[in-house]
């Protein structure tokens, strides 16, 4: 175990729908990533927060948005779901203190089904 | 752009022998690391181990080691005396050195058999 956990564990939505995962970073860890993983794929990154601002982001629109909180959880929204958006949603917490740690913690996942 | 291949998308091998899973990889940058994670069913991606560019050493964790061929933009995985608890889908991963983002390949089942 980590200590990153993820909620819920899987969820169903209709397209056009919204979604919120949540994601509890590890204790001492300020910095959380968001990865989609879809099916026989490896993850792709979504984007990464940094003490509560957007620290970087992947090639994904913007109806996916996130959020920081001040004790370093984070939440990923989906809004107007697709069915391409079917995919496990991972969530890695590191502590980006200096270059010399670069491990990331991971959750086990949020797996959001679209229909 | 970075870009991460894993060209075997299945492996098997027999309890207690050697595996090698293979990676190639390509950015131009000098400085970077590089990972291999283990997905299980449970689906947390777990770091096995990783490899600064910096450093020409091979990096080694207990039965797994990595062999890292800068010039050739090679980061193979071999994991000795294999253990049936070593089947999972394995991904080699690429982060930048002014990043945390990884880049990750498309993965490798493994499958440990008695």
């Known amino acids: 175990e980590t200590g990153v956990t993820q909620s819920p564990t899987h969820l169903i939505k209709t397209r056009g729908q919204q979604v919120t995962l949540r994601c509890s970073s590890q204790?001492?860890?300020?910095?959380v990533s968001w990865y989609q993983q879809a099916l026989g794929q490896g993850p792709q990154f979504i984007f990464q927060?940094?003490?509560?601002?957007?620290?970087g982001r992947g090639n994904f629109p913007p109806r996916f948005s996130g959020l920081q909180f001040p004790n370093y959880s984070s939440e990923l929204n989906v809004n107007a779901l697709e069915l391409d958006d079917s995919a496990l949603y991972l969530c890695?917490?590191?502590?980006?203190?200096?270059?010399?740690?670069?491990?990331?913690?991971f959750g086990q996942g949020t797996r959001l089904t679209v229909v | 752009a970075q870009t991460v291949t894993q060209s075997q998308p299945e492996m098997s091998v027999q309890e207690a022998e050697t595996v090698t899973l293979s990676c190639t990889y390509d950015?131009?940058?000098?400085?970077?690391?590089l990972f291999w994670y283990k997905q299980p069913p449970s689906r947390q991606m777990i770091l096995v181990i990783r490899q600064e560019a910096y450093k020409q050493q091979n990096a080694t964790e207990n039965r797994f080691s990595v062999n890292f061929q800068k010039a050739a933009k090679s980061f193979s995985l071999k994991i000795s005396d294999s253990q049936l608890g070593d089947t999972a889908m394995y991904f080699c991963?690429?982060?930048?050195?002014?990043?945390?983002?990884?880049?990750f390949g498309t993965g490798t089942r493994l499958q440990v058999f008695p």
């Open positions: 927060y940094y003490r509560e601002e957007e620290n």
């Open positions: 890695a917490s590191s502590p980006q203190t200096d270059r010399a740690n670069t491990e990331a913690f």
């Open positions: 204790s001492g860890h300020n910095t």
């Open positions: 950015t131009s940058e000098n400085n970077y690391y």
């Open positions: 991963a690429f982060m930048g050195y002014n990043t945390d983002k990884l880049i």
